[in-house]
């Protein structure tokens, strides 16, 4: 069952970069990608001149008996950093990009399931921004005490160079899977910790998923389209694995459900 789940997870990630090149698809592809490319930039210029210095002060813990070990502790640090700089690219991208990433993920599931979500306006949209941001703070709030947590233990020798940064690259994974899988979710207005409890039910899909993502926010140039890549084949995974029975359920519990609008582009 687990091998399966890997399985599927690599399927929606090849998926996604599949969808991106579609002809129906492409013109919401780029605003997601132009918010990217920025972004990545600016992190990335402020982060190159921290990482020799985080690296030497990560180093100056290792006792001089084990300097065998400093490349190795060196290295681990390094990626410490390059994961926490994917965290903040990943929340700025998150509250910035969400309006646009929500209505590629509706074009998506509009085309995997030949069903039409809305027919709403630029005035729709503006009214929901709110409920957007409000959406993206709810990940922010679950997300940011782990990751202090784990910024908190790479600081602690030994420890914090060689158990945290594999840590860190799994939590990274989770939370690239809530990100991104939380666009179809919250088009439909399926609220934040249910969409949770339903990803985690499947974790090793998710997780490997979302892993994969994660692993392409560290590849230049592939970093730039990872966004639209990952909104996609995040929407394929919720037409196949949980459209179907909470849209189900959640219709049983109201007579009138009204998702996400968005601006018809």
């Known amino acids: 069952m687990l091998t399966l789940e890997y399985k599927q997870g690599l399927d929606y990630f090849l998926q996604g970069w599949r ?22 930039v600016a ?23 084990l300097d065998w070990l400093s490349y190795l502790i ?8 390059l994961v926490i700089y994917f965290f903040i690219f990943n929340l700025l991208a998150g509250f910035i990009a969400a309006p646009f990433n929500g209505i590629l993920a509706e074009k998506v599931e509009m085309m995997l399931t030949g069903e039409k979500l809305s027919d709403a306006g630029m005035l729709d ?6 409920r957007i941001v409000k959406r993206e703070w709810q990940k922010f709030v679950y997300s940011f005490p782990k ?9 602690v020798p030994g420890f914090g160079q060689t158990v945290v940064p594999p840590l860190f690259f799994l939590y990274g994974a989770w939370m ?42 560290f590849v230049p140039f592939l970093n730039f389209i990872i966004i639209p890549v990952a909104v996609c ?13 909470l849209l189900n359920a959640h219709d049983t519990q109201s007579a009138v459900t009204k998702p996400r609008t968005h601006l018809q582009l």
């Open 147 to 155: 990751f202090l947590g784990l910024f908190a233990l790479s600081f």
């Open 19 to 40: 969808l991106i090149t579609q002809k129906g698809l492409r013109r919401f592809v780029v605003m997601p990608i132009v918010i990217n490319i920025v972004l990545l």
């Open 43 to 65: 992190i990335f210029w402020v982060m190159m001149g921290q990482v020799g210095q985080f690296a030497d002060w990560a180093v100056s813990f290792v006792p001089a008996w």
């Open 74 to 81: 060196y290295a681990l640090a390094v990626v410490t950093l």
């Open 233 to 245: 084949g995040a929407t394929a995974l919720w037409v196949d694995h949980y459209r179907s029975a």
């Open 176 to 217: 690239a899977a809530i990100q991104y899988c939380d666009y179809p979710f919250d088009n439909h207005k399926i609220a934040f910790m249910k969409m949770r409890y339903q990803l985690s039910e499947k974790r090793a899909l998710n997780l490997t998923f979302g892993g994969l993502v994660s692993l392409c926010t």
């Open 125 to 130: 949209l503006v009214k929901d921004t709110p």
